[in-house]
């Protein structure tokens, strides 16, 4: 019970300092502040976290790095395509999300100015689990559905052409491109296309294929 009521402060005061970095920054935000919008005491919070610092790395974790998205599985190679462009529908609600994108934001504009928060954030890559697009290529790899090539690699390469545009959009707040919709399922799926060949290609030695390549949108 006592751990369920832990897990429900420590949530608390996590919703609460992400409320006050985004809107205050990390430098200007205190611990006192992030206590006392929470409804707790600060020996409560440090009780809970034993820095600001470990709070905002805990936030960012949680914000950034925790999903449960996984890749579906089929013994149906020529589905691939579908598996592909619902994988990246479900990543992209994750990945575009406003507190998502703000976060991003804060780093990008604080890391430079300090060194706890280029800390936090190197040492969050290097923990980073193989991203969702990598694990997918492998069990795409491994169900025969594409040729051999270095996931890592090839989950890069279906980011750089399906979802990079729509990140950039989101961290530049300009809206060229739907995110939602008819339009964008349509032009994800495109780009999927795109991306299935390109990765098809590359295991191939980037010797020409059957199937004709689709147009970024």
Do not use: N
């Not at 992400?18 to 929470?38: C, N, V």
């Amino acid at each position: 019970m006592s751990g369920g009521i832990e897990e429900m402060r420590r949530s608390t005061l996590l919703d609460a300092a992400s409320e006050l970095f985004l809107r205050d920054g990390y430098t200007a935000t205190t611990t006192d502040a992030i206590a006392s919008r929470a409804g707790m005491s600060k020996k409560t919070l440090y009780r809970l976290f034993s820095s600001k610092a470990a709070l905002f790395e805990d936030l960012v974790r949680a914000r950034l790095f925790e999903h449960d998205i996984a890749p579906q599985t089929s013994s149906d190679p020529g589905d691939h395509l579908d598996r592909l462009t619902a994988l990246l529908g479900r990543f992209a609600d994750l990945l575009l999300a406003p507190e998502r994108l703000a976060l991003i934001r804060l780093i990008v504009a604080e890391r430079r100015q300090t060194e706890t928060m280029r800390d936090i954030f190197t040492r969050l890559l290097l923990e980073r689990d193989q991203d969702v697009l990598a694990t997918w290529v492998a069990t795409e790899i491994a169900a025969g559905s594409l040729p051999d090539t270095d996931p890592t690699a090839g989950g890069q390469l279906i980011f750089d052409l399906t979802l990079s545009t729509y990140l950039l959009d989101g961290l530049l707040e300009v809206t060229k491109h739907a995110v939602s919709g008819h339009e964008f399922d349509a032009t994800l799926r495109e780009r999927a296309g795109l991306a299935l060949y390109a990765l098809r290609r590359r295991g191939a030695g980037g010797s020409a294929i059957s199937e004709p390549p689709l147009q970024p949108c």
